[in-house]
């Protein structure tokens, strides 16, 4: 990937991952469950600094997974 190929990625997944903290902020879930949401991507924004392509997808699916509503340990 060229360098401004990479800018354009890290922008927008930097964006998605601001985007996706203040989603988990704002979810009626346990503080547990919160915690365990944030330590998500706190890992995915780490593993960005070494796989940036490998953290997009990975912040997809996490995205995704908020989308379809599967929130791991949430009771329903």
Known sequence: ???DGQLQLYTAVAAQLKQAHARVRALQ??????MALTRK?????????????????RLERFTADLDEGRIPGEER
């Open 1 to 3: 990937m060229d360098d």
């Open 41 to 57: 991507l706190l890992v995915i924004t780490a593993a960005a600094k070494h796989d940036l392509a490998g953290a997009a997808r």
């Open 29 to 34: 879930v346990p503080e547990g469950v919160r």
